[in-house]
C-alpha cells in the first residue's frame, strides 16, 4: 500500500508563493513517476505537473509552465510543487499521484493523496 500525504497549502494573496510537499512511504520506489493534479470548486481534475522520480524529465500545463515547478526528493521520498506568480483561478485542492508511466491523464495514475487545499484571494 502506498501512501501519499500532501501540506504547504493555505490562503496566499495573488501574486504570492507556496510550496506544496507530498511526502510517499517508502514502497513508492516502485512506481516510477509523480504527479500534481488539481481540481477548483465545481470544475474537473486537471493535470497540474509531472515528474519521473529520477528528476530528469518533467512536464507542465500550459497554465502551469514558467511559474510552477515540480521537484523530487529521493532520499526524503519527497515530491514538491513550488507555485509562484498565483492568481485567483488557482485556487483548488492540489493532489499527489503516484503512477508508472508519466501521462497527463487521471487514470495512469494509481495511488492519490487526500489533496491539500490552496485558496489564493485578489
Known amino acids: 500500500q502506498v501512501l501519499l500525504t500532501e501540506s504547504g497549502g493555505g490562503l496566499v494573496q495573488a501574486g504570492g508563493s507556496l510550496r506544496l510537499s507530498c511526502a510517499a512511504s517508502?514502497?513508492?520506489?516502485?512506481?516510477?513517476?509523480m504527479a500534481w493534479f488539481r481540481q477548483a470548486p465545481g470544475k474537473e481534475d486537471e493535470f497540474v505537473a509531472g515528474?519521473?522520480?529520477?528528476?530528469?524529465?518533467?512536464f507542465y500545463a500550459d497554465f502551469a509552465e514558467g511559474r510552477f515547478t515540480i521537484s523530487t526528493d529521493n532520499a526524503k521520498n519527497t515530491v514538491y510543487l513550488q507555485l509562484n506568480s498565483l492568481k485567483p483561478q488557482d485556487t483548488a485542492v492540489y493532489c499527489c499521484?503516484?503512477?508508472?508511466?508519466?501521462?497527463?491523464?487521471?487514470?495512469?495514475?494509481?495511488?492519490w493523496g487526500q489533496g491539500t487545499r490552496v485558496t489564493v484571494s485578489s
Open positions: 499521484a503516484a503512477g508508472a508511466i508519466l501521462s497527463r491523464e487521471k487514470n495512469r495514475y494509481l495511488y
Open positions: 517508502a514502497d513508492i520506489l516502485g512506481y516510477r513517476v
Open positions: 515528474s519521473a522520480w529520477s528528476g530528469g524529465t518533467t
